[in-house]
């Protein structure tokens, strides 16, 4: 079983930054990739960026290629995202997943329980 909680969301003003943190706990965690997603209301859940324990390789979506940092910290399990050149249409509830990877959700089998990001003038 694996345990993933995100923090770090919050309002921003459009340029702005923003860090997401997702603690991970679990025997086999090491095993799993990580991925962030968002999900905007009335919108389906949207891959964003994915990161391999194994190697560290990173992969993001085309919309914050550029402007968002996957990353990991071993040492505290943790994966991060770090947002910068905020928009609105980054606004969404940003979930955290573990799994055998990829850009689909359906590829993910755990999850935290999401964290708010609103970007506003």
């Known amino acids: 079983q694996v345990q993933l909680v995100e923090s770090g969301g919050g309002s921003v003003q459009p340029g702005g930054s923003l860090r997401l943190s997702c603690a991970a706990s679990?025997?086999?965690?090491?095993?799993?990739?990580m991925g962030w997603f968002r999900q905007a209301p009335g919108k389906e859940r949207e891959f964003v960026a994915g990161?391999?324990?194994?190697?560290?390789?990173?992969y993001y979506s085309d919309s914050v290629k550029g402007r968002f940092t996957i990353s990991r910290d071993n040492a505290k399990n943790t994966v991060y995202l770090q947002m910068n050149s905020l928009k609105p249409e980054d606004t969404a509830v940003y979930y955290c997943?573990?799994?055998?990877?990829?850009?689909?959700?359906?590829?993910?089998?755990?999850w935290g329980q999401g964290t708010q990001v609103t970007v506003s003038s």
């Open positions: 990161l391999r324990w194994s190697g560290g390789s990173t």
């Open positions: 997943a573990a799994g055998p990877g990829g850009i689909n959700y359906h590829e993910y089998d755990y």
């Open positions: 679990g025997r086999t965690v090491r095993n799993y990739a």
